[in-house]
């Protein structure tokens, strides 16, 4: 396997596309959401690109409002059946699904995904969230979504219980010896007898233990208790990142702090989200930017992009030009940084209040929205991999299929021909991928962890 850094891409699927507006293209799908052949077709293109995975998010509420902003998160199928289905169509790529610990017991996800891990030889990861959608709560029989701290002691327990469950069965506990009729070595079962603060849990596990010995972690949060959970467990931690400087930092911070948990900063993956709006020529693009943009239902309300801005934008003509940037209450260069991508993508400084909502309402979840031909997004993903703020990204196509179709067939190969992005896949597993080796487990060979086998 080769040692020489390389990018890592991922799908983040959104089956309306990323872009608010992006299903009312004329060429855009608009009912993959439950269609099985939407996700067949998604996942054969991915792994043509030789993808490091195909991610799905999940919240636990929904709400028609969203219907005008966020249409494929409003309404959309369960990740582990959706993976299930997956699993069994595609080879090689890594699978990620999302679950929710704030709402789940660590027994029933150990299962799950075990039970997956299998079912995908060895290709699942798991984004370990504790839940961004505070509605959650009234479809789970509680009045109110735990707080940042209730929610991630839950959670960091959680993470270490599902990771003992996962070990229960040593890997070679099965003789299934048909002259004895000894179908396995109790000795090689064990129970974990877990009693803390959130959780009692006696194993073993009724799964083996998965393909990849312990399943990766992802993770996703913003709050610094979701930074030391990525730090100590994750293999990489999704983010929402859009200005350089900003990024290298989150980077060099997250990365700093793997050595209080023993471990090295090649060990977690750094991945913010993209929006990659390619054309095959820079004019293509800037004309599909317009026309997604105009597609947007709004009222042009400025109020959170002034607060984005810490600019009082209110009262301004829409097509006239921007106020002055240095009366916002930001530093002068984050407002610069934050305005200049709307220039970038709009191809032109002088742009007006419009189209300056325009660009941050199409990245309002907050993802990098990159306009251009496939050498310009090209240059800009080898700019953040090569200047340390990011590992690689994950990719959220603004409409599809040809928002993924387009990124595929044009900017992959840009970066296969600098050699920042694999032609084979090396590896099967989700470990393999990312180079990491499968771990020893808990138990063997542990004389202490022995005292609990079963008997
Ligand atoms: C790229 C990305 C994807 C995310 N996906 C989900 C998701 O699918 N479900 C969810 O509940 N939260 C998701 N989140 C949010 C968080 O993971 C986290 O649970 C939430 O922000 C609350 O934790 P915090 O207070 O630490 O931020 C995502 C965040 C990012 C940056």
Redesign the pocket.
Known sequence: MSHKRQLHLGL?LFSTGYHPAGWRLPEAVTDGAFDPQFLYRVAAKLEEAKFDFFFL???LATSVDEQYTFPSQMVRMEPFTMLSYLAAITKKIGLIV?V?TTYAEPYHVARMTASLDHLSGGRLAW?V?????TRAALNFSREKHWD?AK?YDYADEFVGVVKELWDTWEDDVFLRNKETGEYVDKSKVHTINHVGDQFSIAGPLNVARPPQGQIPLL?????E??QELGAQFSTAI???EIVLEEAKKFYAGIKGKLSKYGRQPEELFIMP?LVPLVGRTEEEARAKYVELSQLLVTDFNVTSLSNRLGLDLTGYPLDGPLPDLSLSGLPIDKVKSLVGLAQRASGHEDITVRELFYYFAATAR?HLLVVGDPEQVADQIEEWFVEEAADGF?ICPPYMYDGLDLFVDLVVPVLQRRGLFRTEYEGSTFREHFGLSRPNNRFTNNATALQGAVH
């Open positions: 983040f998010g999940d919240r999302t929710n984004n969230v504790t839940g961004a959608d940042n929610r993770s996703a949060g913003t709050s208790r979701s999704f983010t929402g989200g907050g994950n």
